[in-house]
């Protein structure tokens, strides 16, 4: 079946103690991307990546990191969690941008 | 740089009556547009888009949208709302010299009376 999966679903953690959100496509997609959603804001993308080793800031990169060593992967990466970086995240993925993107499930991230 | 405007965060229509969700959006270069819906606790799913060509947009579920560029306008519509239809909607752009930055607008809920 043609997913994205991403991992963990929920997640609470505390101030500054660094996590790692994973998100896996089986789709072949070169793109994909990061967004968190927030009430009243819609949808806002964080980082995306046009295929392996090329990543590129969206919106609101400020506090979060990326990396794309495979084409399947597409890790975010908080070094020092805050608490206006609770949220629900998306990862995405897409054959190329501009075309429809595939969205995970979410992440519901809580940070104390 | 682009930006999306989705005039109404709720809207309340009748199961039967006609759906119409509205978006703006500023560009400087030709648009891709999309609309996507989320039902609650789940992902976004694309409901239609619009590349290039015919500006009248089919989707998916009977929905449909039209691009009117004179009025930088993406209104989604649907002529006969379901309850199935209750969902929050998102309208999306895209441009074409930054493929890779797709700008949300701020959502509608939409509810569905009987």
């Known amino acids: 079946e043609a997913q994205v999966t991403q991992n963990p679903r929920y997640l609470i953690t505390v101030t500054g103690k660094k996590l790692t959100v994973t998100c896996s496509q089986n789709?072949?997609?070169?793109?994909m991307s990061w967004y968190r959603q927030d009430p009243g804001l819609g949808l806002r993308q964080i980082y995306y990546s046009m295929n392996v080793e090329v990543t590129d800031k969206g919106d609101v990169p400020e506090g979060y990191k990326v990396s794309r060593k495979e084409k399947r992967n597409f890790p975010l990466i908080l070094e020092s969690p805050s608490p206006n970086q609770t949220s629900l995240y998306f990862c995405a993925s897409s054959l190329t941008p501009g075309v429809e993107q595939y969205f995970g499930p979410g992440t519901r991230l809580t940070v104390t | 740089a682009q930006s999306v405007t989705q005039l109404g965060s709720h809207v309340s229509v009748s199961e039967g009556a006609l759906v119409l969700l509205r978006c703006n959006y500023s560009?400087?270069?030709?648009?891709?547009l999309f609309w996507y819906v989320q039902y609650p606790n789940q992902g976004l799913q694309l409901l239609l888009k619009y590349t290039t060509g015919a500006t009248l947009v089919k989707g998916i579920n009977g929905f449909e949208a039209e691009f009117k560029k004179s009025e930088t306008s993406f209104h989604l519509t649907k002529p006969s709302a379901h309850m199935s239809d209750a969902a929050e909607y998102f309208c999306?752009?895209?441009?074409?010299?930054?493929?890779?930055?797709?700008?949300f607008g701020a959502g509608t809920q939409v509810v569905v009376t009987p």
């Open positions: 999306a752009v895209s441009e074409s010299d930054s493929w890779g930055k797709l700008q």
């Open positions: 560009s400087s270069v030709p648009p891709y």
């Open positions: 789709m072949n997609h070169e793109y």
